[in-house]
């Protein structure tokens, strides 16, 4: 049981530097212009992470004893993900609703340097 | 195996209640996130993320914490072996790493703030100052945390209380490496590509 | 005696409530006395929800006056079944009969928030007037940007001429509200928040904050007088007679908090005056400078 | 930044303020002095601190909530006397009795007091007496943290109740919108003491929060699984996990406002790159799940007291399950209903005007579930029954004006007018406040060994309903008729002032509804003697707390029960199944001063970042800290109660039982 555990760890540890690899050359290599499919990618592979520290060091698994601990995270992050993605969505779509344009201001600012 | 002490204390209420606890720390990081998610392209002017971040110093930081959360996974598996020397090695190893990677973060902030980019400039830096400095908070109550559990491990030997202590601690541990990963990602990887 | 206490409690709030409803209706019931199509269209919107609730309300009202009455406990000629925990046809009727309330209620509802959406333009024959509204410690000013006036606390529009509102605030939120007109907007410093109405009644409707903005809030009251076109012409003529001028210098006068201030009017306004008060509060790149040195 | 002098900003004119508030602090101090003479006098200062200050016994813990939110229902029920004395008499050129900048502190801290301090107050206080002796247990999980995150709350309560007398209060009203409440618009320490009072007593809520959910998860009695728990006992799961989810994002919002305000970061600041829709964002994020925290706990209430009132069982057990977990997970996708007007497109709005119409669906169901538990029953109308008849009838019309104000379009005309002040309170006084108080006259002799006089409590009840009646109808009125809240004058030509007359007559009649509780309670005291109820079950009862005598012993059950029905009590009584009760030790945790000095840290560490005196807030986070450290090292927290004293209470309560 124990070495099962210490095996878990490893093989954790290892995905994880895997992982963060991954993203940071995928990051450092990507050209100025931010294309959306990188962006993407990174988030999963951060995800992933999530899940693997999950399973591997939390040892969170469907087995009666965990189920408490289960139930309760997986509630959680259904509610920070509608709590982030919905302000995510209000403040973007407030911002485009209100934010004078900043193309506007630039115009207004030259020709208040004119002055 | 199950009155091990070690997975006793994982099979404790206490420990059920520390999830909870962990997990409302999450939602307290989640709204920083959301924070940072709102303001990040709020520059006021100033420096943005693209500039600013050196990105071989955040990724040696997450490599730093990373293994910092392998020591403390030993020390458990010390623990379940009931070796007492060996959780006391780990712990040390644990806060090494840990205190490196503060000092790093620190090093950091004052550079910001040397070339006049501190948290006063812009919704920006505010929110990255204080997104990464809750974190680095929580960092530093963690090493304290490992000073207290290490003394009452030295004085007490491995009791139940102990025990939990010290799976409280790996679990605290844990989720701060969790969301040093969402950091690193969402502010360095993406700010460095420009989001 | 039971049977006539509990008409007696009953019968009190109902006369009350009659009471306050004829007192209402006897004087301006602002939100249901509406002077312009947005403002009608929402006082509908208003009555279709209360009429669809009621199909809820009565239901309820009517079993809680039948059950405590049939089974309290000293008429012991009602059934008694203590165990009647659960029937699958009357939890299913009290789930989907509101569900298909709120169905009916979703649909008109977003269809009434395109239609109604405060940034949608009036479509109508005759040319819009554009009013720039500034919210200020604890005044308004409207800026009519073709015209090249202003005036504080006041507005006068045509009749039948749609409006288009630009909001911005100089001071804490502001919530530009006039309940005969249409329903209200926020007016945010740093944001530029739209707003269309037309009004088709002649008249003077009062219009206020709703927004808590600091001490003065009681007093940011203004009054829109809708008034047929050559009123409205020679309003503007007048207007042009005035002696105040309304440039960056007197425009910080204006800007130093004051109360209950009673309306006048500029004869000139600089032109970029709105978009410097919008652009106040948003640094950009280049003019970092001059707002940090404002 | 960091004041030299030692005092930071606290100087003399801290404490100069005008009449009003000067007979308030006078009032405030006055009671102060008043109980310390009394105590001295009759030298109870040890039983104070021995009984109540340090016990960890969740029964008297619950109490000493219900003392505090009383006390601070009464305190701002003062604050709306003066602001309905105010808005009655400041019309054309009168201007009322208080200045607009205090009128603003007073329905600032009405709204704060009544919401963090009078409702939450009474909610935790009835969930610490109540659900530990319905799930069949000893004591709460973590009993400890229980005593803490009481004192935690007294300590937000004191720092609130301290900027009456030093200082001055956030004008910024209930949730401080900056950037009003930014440095630049609100330069006093107002809104400072709203923000630490809060996230104090915020702490407090959410350890209590997570203390409740493993109680409630790891400790019910043998045999009761989830279907089988009382359905208050699931109203709280819901109400608690809320609370955990929903009180980490105030924490956060405050902190950010703090930070603002403390070193300059522009989070929510008009300039400098903040965006304070952010804020609204936010604070309404946790906002919105704040008010079903307090509903559900209320909705439990009424669950159990329809039931034992028509002798019962509830009606559609499941249906009324589903039905709160349904408004669990929706309450968290409905706050934008409290800014449709800021100006987001149709489509957001809509989405979440529809959200928000879909959340009254499983509360109708709810209704529906309770009258249909009325049907074929035999009901007895005592006072908790005349509450919740007063709760369906205020509760549905405030429900009617919810999905009204759901309709976006709808909320642009009445968002912020009298309407709406008059639904959110319908909904709180109807349905939370008078939860509260049926729960507390339902299980009154349960803790206190007294029944409480039926006549006075109708009394009560009717005031309460006639009060709310004729002060909150003229309010809807007044939103129709264009009426703002928050307003401290309006002009005559309105036609106003009428109706806020009226309403101040109603707020009097609510005034004397609250007096009448008191009087009840006073007077059952009084005649304790012909009151008190020897059975331990005096309303016939079907849960598990009515199976031991009142008040209630220090362990609760002498004897672990064990459950095979729901609503095994009741089902204990039909059948008159016997119970062989197995006597064994019991242990039970013991009293701790460290509650109180974390109490004390915690204020000192609120007063010193409010006041800028940084010294003192050091030593506040010392003292909390050392306390935990303490704590942990403490080995012997347990007593042991032998089995042969629990044999002899139990000969004794049913000796005299027969």
Same mark, same amino acid.
């Given at each position: 049981?124990?070495?099962?555990?210490?095996?878990?760890?490893?093989?954790?540890?290892?995905?994880?530097?895997?992982?963060?690899? *991954?993203?940071?050359?995928?990051?450092?290599?990507?050209?100025?212009?931010?294309?959306?499919?990188?962006?993407?990618?990174? *988030?999963?592979?951060?995800?992933?992470?999530? !899940?693997?520290?999950?399973?591997?060091?939390?040892?969170?698994?469907?087995?009666?004893?965990?189920?408490?601990?289960?139930?309760?995270?997986?509630?959680?992050?259904?509610?920070?993900?509608?709590? !982030?993605? *919905?302000? !995510?969505?209000?403040?973007?779509?407030?911002?485009?609703?209100?934010?004078?344009?900043?193309?506007?201001?630039?115009?207004?600012?030259?020709?208040?340097? *004119?002055? | 195996?199950?009155?091990?002490?070690?997975?006793?204390?994982?099979?404790?209420?206490?420990?059920?209640?520390?999830?909870?606890?962990?997990?409302?720390?999450?939602?307290?990081?989640?709204?920083?996130?959301?924070?940072?998610?709102?303001?990040?392209?709020?520059?006021?002017?100033?420096?943005?993320?693209?500039?600013?971040?050196?990105?071989?110093?955040?990724?040696?930081?997450?490599?730093?914490?990373?293994?910092?959360?392998?020591?403390?996974?030993?020390?458990?598996?010390?623990?379940?072996?009931?070796?007492?020397?060996?959780?006391?090695?780990?712990?040390?190893?644990?806060?090494?790493?840990?205190?490196?990677?503060?000092?790093?973060?620190?090093?950091?902030?004052?550079?910001?703030?040397?070339?006049?980019?501190?948290?006063?400039?812009?919704?920006?830096?505010?929110?990255?100052?204080?997104?990464?400095?809750?974190?680095?908070?929580?960092?530093?109550?963690?090493?304290?945390?490992?000073?207290?559990?290490?003394?009452?491990?030295?004085?007490?030997?491995?009791?139940?209380?102990?025990?939990?202590?010290?799976?409280?601690?790996?679990?605290?541990?844990?989720?701060?490496?969790?969301?040093?990963?969402?950091?690193?990602?969402?502010?360095?990887?993406?700010?460095?590509?420009?989001? | 005696?039971?049977?006539?206490?509990?008409?007696?409690?009953?019968?009190?709030?109902?006369?009350?409530?009659?009471?306050?409803?004829?007192?209402?209706?006897?004087?301006?019931?602002?939100?249901?006395?509406?002077?312009?199509?947005?403002?009608?269209?929402?006082?509908?919107?208003?009555?279709?929800?209360?009429?669809?609730?009621?199909?809820?309300?009565?239901?309820?009202?009517?079993?809680?006056?039948?059950?405590?009455?049939?089974?309290?406990?000293?008429?012991?000629?009602?059934?008694?079944?203590?165990?009647?925990?659960?029937?699958?046809?009357?939890?299913?009727?009290?789930?989907?009969?509101?569900?298909?309330?709120?169905?009916?209620?979703?649909?008109?509802?977003?269809?009434?928030?395109?239609?109604?959406?405060?940034?949608?333009?009036?479509?109508?024959?005759?040319?819009?007037?554009?009013?720039?509204?500034?919210?200020?410690?604890?005044?308004?000013?409207?800026?009519?940007?073709?015209?090249?006036?202003?005036?504080?606390?006041?507005? $006068?529009?045509?009749?039948?001429?749609?409006?288009?509102?630009?909001?911005?605030?100089?001071?804490?939120?502001?919530?530009?509200?006039?309940?005969?007109?249409?329903?209200?907007?926020?007016?945010?410093?740093?944001?530029?928040?739209?707003?269309?109405?037309?009004?088709?009644?002649?008249?003077? $409707?009062?219009?206020?904050?709703?927004?808590?903005?600091?001490?003065?809030?009681?007093?940011?009251?203004?009054?829109?007088?809708?008034?047929?076109?050559?009123? $409205?012409?020679?309003?503007?003529?007048?207007?042009?007679?005035?002696?105040?001028?309304?440039?960056?210098?007197?425009?910080?006068?204006?800007?130093?908090?004051?109360?209950?201030?009673?309306?006048?009017?500029?004869?000139?306004?600089?032109?970029?005056?709105?978009?410097?008060?919008?652009?106040? $509060?948003?640094?950009?790149?280049?003019?970092?400078?001059?707002?940090?040195?404002? | 930044?960091?004041?030299?002098?030692?005092?930071?900003?606290?100087?003399?004119?801290?404490?100069?303020?005008?009449?009003?508030?000067?007979?308030?602090?006078?009032?405030?101090?006055?009671?102060?002095?008043?109980?310390?003479?009394?105590?001295?006098?009759?030298?109870?200062?040890?039983?104070?601190?021995?009984?109540?200050?340090?016990?960890?016994?969740?029964?008297?813990?619950?109490?000493?909530?219900?003392?505090?939110?009383?006390?601070?229902?009464?305190?701002?029920?003062?604050?709306?006397?003066?602001?309905?004395?105010?808005?009655?008499?400041?019309?054309?050129?009168?201007?009322?009795?208080?200045?607009?900048?205090?009128?603003?502190?007073?329905?600032?801290?009405?709204?704060?007091?009544?919401?963090?301090?009078?409702?939450?107050?009474?909610?935790?206080?009835?969930?610490?007496?109540?659900?530990?002796?319905?799930?069949?247990?000893?004591?709460?999980?973590?009993?400890?943290?229980?005593?803490?995150?009481?004192?935690?709350?007294?300590?937000?309560?004191?720092?609130?109740?301290?900027?009456?007398?030093?200082?001055?209060?956030?004008?910024?009203?209930?949730?401080?919108?900056?950037?009003?409440?930014?440095?630049?618009?609100?330069?006093?320490?107002?809104?400072?003491?709203?923000?630490?009072?809060?996230?104090?007593?915020?702490?407090?809520?959410?350890?209590?929060?997570?203390?409740?959910?493993?109680?409630?998860?790891?400790?019910?009695?043998?045999?009761?699984?989830?279907?089988?728990?009382?359905?208050?006992?699931?109203?709280?799961?819901?109400?608690?996990?809320?609370?955990?989810?929903?009180?980490?994002?105030?924490?956060?919002?405050?902190?950010?406002?703090?930070?603002?305000?403390?070193?300059?970061?522009?989070?929510?600041?008009?300039?400098?790159?903040?965006?304070?829709?952010?804020?609204?964002?936010?604070?309404?994020?946790?906002?919105?799940?704040?008010?079903?925290?307090?509903?559900?706990?209320?909705?439990?209430?009424?669950?159990?007291?329809?039931?034992?009132?028509?002798?019962?069982?509830?009606?559609?057990?499941?249906?009324?399950?589903?039905?709160?977990?349904?408004?669990?997970?929706?309450?968290?996708?409905?706050?934008?209903?409290?800014?449709?007007?800021?100006?987001?497109?149709?489509?957001?709005?809509?989405?979440?005007?529809?959200?928000?119409?879909?959340?009254?669906?499983?509360?109708?169901?709810?209704?529906?579930?309770?009258?249909?538990?009325?049907?074929?029953?035999?009901?007895?109308?005592?006072?908790?029954?005349?509450?919740?008849?007063?709760?369906?009838?205020?509760?549905?019309?405030?429900?009617?004006?919810?999905?009204?104000?759901?309709?976006?379009?709808?909320?642009?005309?009445?968002?912020?007018?009298?309407?709406?002040?008059?639904?959110?309170?319908?909904?709180?006084?109807?349905?939370?406040?008078?939860?509260?108080?049926?729960?507390?006259?339902?299980?009154?002799?349960?803790?206190?060994?007294?029944?409480?006089?039926?006549?006075?409590?109708?009394?009560?009840?009717?005031?309460?309903?006639?009060?709310?009646?004729?002060?909150?109808?003229?309010?809807?009125?007044?939103?129709?008729?264009?009426?703002?809240?928050?307003?401290?004058?309006?002009?005559?030509?309105?036609?106003?002032?009428?109706?806020?007359?009226?309403?101040?007559?109603?707020?009097?009649?609510?005034?004397?509804?609250?007096?009448?509780?008191?009087?009840?309670?006073?007077?059952?005291?009084?005649?304790?003697?012909?009151?008190?109820?020897?059975?331990?079950?005096?309303?016939?009862?079907?849960?598990?707390?009515?199976?031991?005598?009142?008040?209630?012993?220090?362990?609760?059950?002498?004897?672990?029960?064990?459950?095979?029905?729901?609503?095994?009590?009741?089902?204990?009584?039909?059948?008159?199944?016997?119970?062989?009760?197995?006597?064994?030790?019991?242990?039970?945790?013991?009293?701790?001063?460290?509650?109180?000095?974390?109490?004390?840290?915690?204020?000192?560490?609120?007063?010193?970042?409010?006041?800028?005196?940084?010294?003192?807030?050091?030593?506040?986070?010392?003292?909390?800290?050392?306390?935990?450290?303490?704590?942990?090292?403490?080995?012997?927290?347990?007593?042991?109660?032998?089995?042969?004293?629990?044999?002899?209470?139990?000969?004794?309560?049913?000796?005299?039982?027969?």
């Amino acid at each position: 049981m124990i070495k099962e555990r210490y095996h878990n760890y490893l093989i954790g540890f290892v995905s994880c530097i895997f992982l963060s690899f *991954g993203a940071y050359s995928i990051a450092t290599s990507s050209s100025g212009k931010t294309n959306y499919y990188e962006i993407f990618v990174i *988030g999963v592979l951060a995800l992933s992470q999530l !899940v693997i520290q999950g399973i591997y060091f939390l040892h969170l698994s469907l087995q009666k004893k965990d189920r408490y601990r289960l139930i309760i995270a997986s509630l959680i992050m259904l509610i920070i993900i509608i709590l !982030v993605t *919905g302000s !995510v969505w209000i403040m973007n779509n407030l911002n485009s609703h209100m934010m004078p344009s900043s193309n506007d201001m630039v115009k207004y600012n030259q020709s208040q340097d *004119g002055l | 195996m199950d009155n091990n002490l070690a997975i006793k204390a994982e099979n404790s209420k206490t420990y059920l209640g520390f999830w909870i606890y962990i997990l409302t720390d999450c939602v307290v990081f989640a709204s920083l996130f959301a924070v940072y998610a709102t303001l990040h392209s709020n520059t006021n002017g100033g420096a943005s993320a693209q500039m600013l971040f050196s990105m071989p110093l955040a990724l040696t930081q997450t490599l730093i914490l990373l293994s910092s959360s392998l020591t403390s996974g030993l020390a458990i598996i010390s623990a379940l072996n009931k070796n007492k020397n060996k959780i006391l090695f780990w712990t040390l190893a644990t806060f090494i790493l840990g205190t490196i990677f503060l000092f790093l973060e620190i090093r950091e902030f004052n550079h910001l703030v040397a070339i006049g980019d501190s948290w006063r400039e812009s919704g920006f830096l505010s929110s990255y100052f204080v997104l990464v400095g809750t974190h680095g908070l929580h960092i530093i109550i963690g090493l304290i945390w490992m000073i207290v559990l290490s003394f009452i491990i030295i004085i007490k030997g491995l009791t139940i209380k102990s025990m939990k202590g010290l799976v409280m601690f790996n679990l605290f541990w844990h989720f701060l490496d969790i969301v040093w990963i969402f950091i690193f990602s969402v502010v360095y990887l993406m700010g460095h590509m420009g989001l | 005696m039971k049977f006539f206490k509990i008409i007696a409690l009953i019968s009190v709030p109902l006369f009350f409530i009659a009471s306050i409803v004829i007192y209402v209706s006897s004087h301006n019931a602002q939100v249901f006395n509406s002077a312009g199509i947005i403002a009608s269209k929402e006082k509908s919107l208003i009555l279709f929800s209360l009429f669809l609730s009621l199909f809820v309300l009565l239901p309820v009202y009517i079993m809680l006056i039948f059950f405590s009455i049939k089974y309290r406990a000293d008429n012991k000629s009602s059934k008694y079944s203590p165990n009647f925990g659960s029937s699958r046809i009357v939890e299913s009727v009290w789930w989907l009969i509101p569900t298909i309330l709120i169905f009916i209620l979703s649909i008109v509802t977003w269809q009434s928030s395109h239609d109604l959406d405060p940034y949608k333009k009036i479509n109508s024959s005759t040319k819009p007037i554009n009013i720039q509204v500034v919210a200020m410690d604890w005044k308004w000013l409207f800026i009519y940007p073709e015209e090249g006036i202003a005036t504080v606390n006041a507005i $006068y529009i045509p009749k039948d001429t749609p409006i288009n509102f630009e909001l911005t605030a100089d001071a804490p939120m502001n919530s530009f509200w006039v309940p005969q007109l249409s329903g209200q907007i926020y007016a945010m410093p740093g944001m530029n928040t739209k707003l269309s109405i037309m009004s088709d009644k002649l008249g003077v $409707y009062s219009g206020r904050s709703a927004n808590i903005s600091g001490e003065g809030f009681a007093g940011m009251l203004f009054d829109v007088n809708v008034v047929n076109q050559s009123q $409205y012409n020679n309003w503007v003529k007048d207007t042009r007679l005035s002696s105040r001028v309304l440039n960056n210098t007197s425009y910080d006068q204006l800007a130093k908090p004051t109360e209950n201030v009673t309306p006048f009017s500029y004869s000139f306004v600089s032109p970029e005056l709105y978009k410097s008060i919008l652009y106040k $509060y948003n640094a950009t790149d280049d003019n970092m400078s001059k707002a940090m040195g404002m | 930044m960091i004041e030299a002098n030692l005092l930071g900003l606290l100087n003399i004119d801290s404490f100069r303020h005008d009449l009003i508030q000067n007979i308030g602090v006078a009032i405030m101090s006055l009671s102060v002095i008043f109980v310390i003479l009394g105590l001295t006098y009759f030298k109870k200062w040890r039983w104070l601190f021995k009984e109540w200050l340090s016990s960890l016994d969740h029964k008297k813990i619950g109490i000493m909530y219900i003392v505090v939110a009383v006390l601070m229902l009464s305190k701002a029920g003062f604050d709306a006397l003066i602001m309905r004395t105010q808005q009655a008499l400041s019309v054309g050129n009168h201007h009322g009795i208080v200045s607009s900048s205090h009128y603003q502190q007073i329905f600032s801290s009405h709204g704060t007091t009544m919401i963090f301090f009078a409702a939450m107050g009474l909610m935790f206080g009835i969930i610490n007496l109540a659900v530990p002796l319905m799930i069949g247990t000893r004591d709460v999980a973590f009993p400890w943290l229980n005593s803490v995150s009481f004192w935690l709350f007294a300590a937000g309560m004191i720092l609130l109740n301290t900027s009456l007398a030093i200082g001055d209060f956030s004008g910024a009203g209930w949730l401080a919108y900056p950037p009003l409440s930014e440095l630049q618009y609100s330069p006093t320490v107002g809104v400072d003491y709203w923000i630490w009072s809060l996230q104090i007593a915020g702490v407090g809520s959410l350890l209590s929060g997570i203390n409740f959910i493993v109680t409630i998860l790891t400790k019910r009695a043998k045999g009761m699984n989830l279907m089988k728990m009382p359905m208050f006992v699931w109203s709280i799961l819901g109400s608690m996990t809320l609370v955990t989810f929903a009180f980490p994002v105030l924490t956060a919002t405050l902190a950010l406002l703090a930070l603002d305000r403390l070193i300059g970061t522009h989070f929510f600041t008009s300039g400098g790159g903040g965006n304070p829709m952010m804020y609204v964002n936010l604070i309404w994020a946790w906002g919105h799940p704040e008010v079903y925290i307090l509903i559900l706990p209320a909705f439990g209430i009424f669950s159990e007291i329809v039931a034992t009132f028509s002798r019962k069982k509830l009606f559609g057990y499941k249906s009324m399950v589903w039905a709160i977990w349904a408004i669990v997970i929706l309450s968290f996708t409905v706050w934008l209903h409290h800014f449709f007007t800021m100006g987001a497109g149709a489509d957001v709005n809509g989405f979440f005007g529809i959200m928000t119409m879909i959340i009254a669906i499983p509360t109708g169901v709810k209704i529906f579930n309770w009258l249909f538990t009325m049907f074929r029953g035999r009901i007895t109308f005592s006072a908790p029954m005349i509450w919740f008849i007063g709760f369906i009838l205020l509760f549905s019309i405030g429900g009617v004006a919810g999905v009204i104000l759901a309709v976006p379009p709808a909320d642009f005309q009445l968002h912020n007018s009298l309407f709406l002040v008059a639904h959110f309170h319908t909904m709180i006084v109807s349905g939370v406040l008078f939860g509260y108080f049926a729960g507390i006259v339902y299980w009154f002799p349960k803790f206190f060994g007294i029944r409480l006089n039926e006549k006075l409590g109708k009394i009560a009840a009717y005031l309460w309903i006639l009060g709310f009646i004729v002060a909150f109808v003229p309010l809807y009125a007044l939103g129709i008729m264009g009426a703002t809240r928050r307003m401290d004058h309006y002009s005559a030509s309105m036609g106003w002032q009428p109706l806020f007359i009226v309403a101040g007559v109603g707020v009097l009649i609510i005034g004397s509804g609250l007096l009448a509780i008191v009087a009840q309670v006073a007077y059952s005291i009084y005649k304790h003697l012909d009151y008190r109820d020897k059975t331990g079950d005096p309303w016939d009862g079907r849960t598990l707390e009515w199976s031991i005598p009142s008040p209630a012993p220090s362990y609760n059950f002498s004897v672990l029960p064990t459950i095979k029905k729901p609503d095994d009590f009741w089902d204990l009584k039909q059948t008159n199944r016997k119970v062989e009760l197995n006597y064994s030790d019991i242990s039970m945790p013991k009293n701790s001063y460290l509650g109180l000095f974390i109490s004390a840290g915690a204020f000192s560490f609120g007063f010193g970042v409010v006041w800028h005196i940084f010294w003192l807030s050091i030593i506040g986070l010392i003292l909390i800290f050392s306390s935990i450290i303490i704590r942990t090292l403490d080995e012997n927290t347990e007593y042991i109660i032998t089995k042969e004293s629990l044999i002899r209470d139990d000969m004794k309560f049913y000796g005299e039982a027969k």
